[in-house]
């Protein structure tokens, strides 16, 4: 053992250590390596770092190797000279084994593995194997930094629930590297590393969890107390880690955007102009991480709607795939993942499964979502998403947040592709008597187990939302689907429904497109006077519109009116309840002083 040792000793070693291996093997060279162990764990603060990796509730095979690399400091008097140069000769080997591991398809293994070279490297700067060990672990962490962030701190959406066991791990190697006067990695890392921290604020609840976990209730008598106490001991063990993180943190920004989230504390004022730099913004779109975050402003009071829309974690697919029996043969798409917070709670969470079918037979997709529009404003936030569907078709879904009118809109447009319309063009007219194609819509949205339906009124269409950890019965928010008549007097044209936990919306058309929105009214107060919905006709050449060309609505809520229009075909001149569009999509308010305000205009490019 001890010539092992003598033969690991590089020659920039204590020279008092390498004549004392040289001249006294044995016992006594060993227990000049144990003094040093002993001197090294309190200098790295080994201890405090051994806790902090206990505090990782499901704890990866990497994390077991760190603990073990951990135990060579703290405990090398349990085991015998030769079993401990065996136990780090099998870390050595595991740390060569991450040469094989790509960060893009094992992003958090390929990151724990560079903070055990990282551990090891600066634990035993003494021994030969461990420089090239060293420059390996910092390499692999430098490396995790720039390709598995967006360059603004966010991974992409597969890797979403990643970013808190990711920012741990990060957070632990500064820990070490600043016990040992040796940082992990240089200025650029670090602010990726400072990116990721605003990111993982921004990825948190109201309650502290990450966003798009599962979503349990905290007074259920279903719910065990070890269940309710490792959910708890997870954003407990968060809130830790980001502490740490924000020591780190050179943007004292952060630090108060953190003490927002945490605290409950409202934001003073919403920005008003676009550049106050006094907190950085807390709604955020990244075509590269394919994920939008729709919010006013940093308070936990306020609703925040998120969108991730390219490959969902593996977790979520798997609890979506025991939801109920899919329509028409199957989703066409199951792969955007949304979550809705308000009131300090999340309304909804999980994959918004859609299933369209035309003439009976289901549209598949036909490719990946993608980013059409994205719109930041003081007033509110925007995004627009785009799939290709079989048959010549596509679905665009539309996520609008109005801030200062208290509104939301969840909304699909299923459309031909852009080709249909030059080849309608070159066709002749279809005769009056062909029978126009039926389209079949189904939408469904998981809710949270916090909320639940209003119950023993009588209603139409519309749907209000209670929230069961509250003690009083008003209603959280109220659901319009605009695209159905307010009562149930046309039943053939859809339905809003819960069922098994969920939204589920079904609409039905004729024709070559439809528009299926969800209007959210999120003001408390006004909840209670009355509201109304109705769909407008729509002129164009002095003809009117039928409802695969172009729909409007007007929609009533106590004292404010809004104008919704939102057009189906390539970009026309319309006229819409005396206003005239050339829009795509357009919401604007009723006003006595200047007619229609604009809120939202979306033209097509």
């Known amino acids: 053992m001890i010539q092992r040792l003598h ?14 291996f040289k001249s006294e093997p044995g016992e006594s060279a060993w227990n000049a390596w144990c003094e040093l162990l002993r001197q090294r764990a309190k200098s790295l603060e080994i201890a405090e770092y051994a ?42 080997t595991a740390m060569n084994s991450a040469v094989t591991v790509e960060v893009e398809f094992a992003p958090l293994p390929c990151q724990l593995l560079g903070e055990l070279g990282l551990l090891l490297g600066l634990a035993f700067p ?175 009071q306020h609703p925040s709607l998120a969108v991730a829309y390219g490959t969902p974690p593996e977790s979520l697919t798997k609890r979506a795939s025991r939801n109920a029996t899919t329509p028409f043969g199957g989703w066409t798409d199951s792969r955007v993942l949304a979550e809705f917070n308000f009131q300090s709670q999340p309304v909804f969470s999980g994959l918004m499964n859609v299933s369209v079918a035309r003439n ?76 126009a194609p039926r389209i079949e819509y189904e939408l469904r949205i998981p809710l949270s187990p916090w909320i639940r339906e209003q119950a023993g009124e ?20 109220r659901i319009l689907p605009l695209g159905l008549p307010e009562w149930d007097s046309d039943a053939a044209s859809g339905e809003l429904s819960f069922e098994e936990d969920s939204l589920v919306l079904r609409q039905f058309g004729n024709g070559v497109a439809l528009f299926a929105p969800l209007f959210f009214e999120m003001n408390a107060s006004r909840i209670r006077y009355p509201y109304t919905w109705r769909r407008l006709s729509v002129g164009e050449k002095l003809e009117k519109t039928s409802s695969d060309q172009a729909v409007g609505f007007r929609v009533q809520l106590h004292k404010n009116q809004y104008l919704l229009y939102r057009s189906l075909t390539e970009q026309r001149n319309r006229t819409v309840l005396g206003h005239n569009l050339v829009s795509d999509l357009f919401f604007g308010r009723f006003s006595r002083e200047t007619g229609v305000e604009t809120i939202l205009e979306v033209e097509e490019e």
């Not at 060579?72 to 050595?92: G, H, M, Q």
């Not at 003494?126 to 420089?131: G, R």
């Not at 299923?414 to 080709?419: A, N, Q, S, T, Y």
Request: hydrophobic residues 35%; contains cysteine; aromatic residues 8%.
């Open 360 to 435: 009976g037979k289901r549209l598949g997709p036909d490719g990946d979502w993608i980013s059409l529009c994205e719109i930041h404003e003081p007033t509110h936030d925007y995004l627009e998403l785009e799939c290709f569907l079989g048959d010549g078709f596509r679905i665009q879904r539309h996520f609008f947040l109005a801030h200062d009118e208290e509104v939301m809109m969840i909304a699909d447009s299923v459309l031909p592709r852009k080709e249909y319309y030059a080849l309608q063009r070159k066709k002749k007219p279809e005769k009056p008597s062909q029978a």
């Open 7 to 20: 033969d690991w000793l590089a020659s920039s070693a204590d020279k008092e250590l390498r004549q004392r």
């Open 51 to 92: 806790a902090r990796l206990d505090r990782e509730t499901e704890p990866a095979a990497e994390i077991i190797l760190l603990k073990k690399a951990c135990s060579l400091l703290l405990d090398f008097r349990k085991p015998t000279p030769a079993a401990w140069c065996d136990s780090l000769e099998s870390l050595l």
């Open 458 to 477: 009588p209603h139409g269409m519309e749907r209000a939302l209670f929230s069961t950890s509250s003690s009083k019965e008003n209603p959280l928010l």
């Open 126 to 300: 003494e021994l030969k194997p461990m420089k090239p060990v060293l420059e390996q672990g910092r390499r692999i962490l430098a490396d995790g930094l720039e390709h598995l962030l967006d360059g603004a701190g966010l991974p992409k959406s597969e890797n979403l629930l990643l970013l808190r066991p990711l920012l741990a791990c990060w957070t632990r190697s500064l820990f070490l590297g600043k016990n040992a006067e040796s940082y992990p990695w240089k200025l650029k890392s670090q602010q990726q590393y400072e990116w990721a921290i605003l990111q993982s604020l921004r990825l948190t609840r109201p309650d502290g969890s990450a966003l798009f976990a599962p979503i349990t209730l905290k007074d259920s008598s279903a719910e065990s107390e070890s269940a309710q106490a490792k959910k708890g001991s997870k954003a407990d063990a968060y809130r830790k880690t980001l502490d740490e993180a924000l020591s780190y943190d050179s943007d004292e920004k952060d630090k108060e955007v953190a003490q927002i989230v945490f605290s409950g504390k409202k934001t003073t004022a919403r920005k008003k102009e676009e550049n106050d730099p006094r907190l950085p913004n807390a709604s955020f779109f990244s075509d590269w991480s394919r994920f939008g975050m729709l919010r006013a402003d940093w308070s936990q």
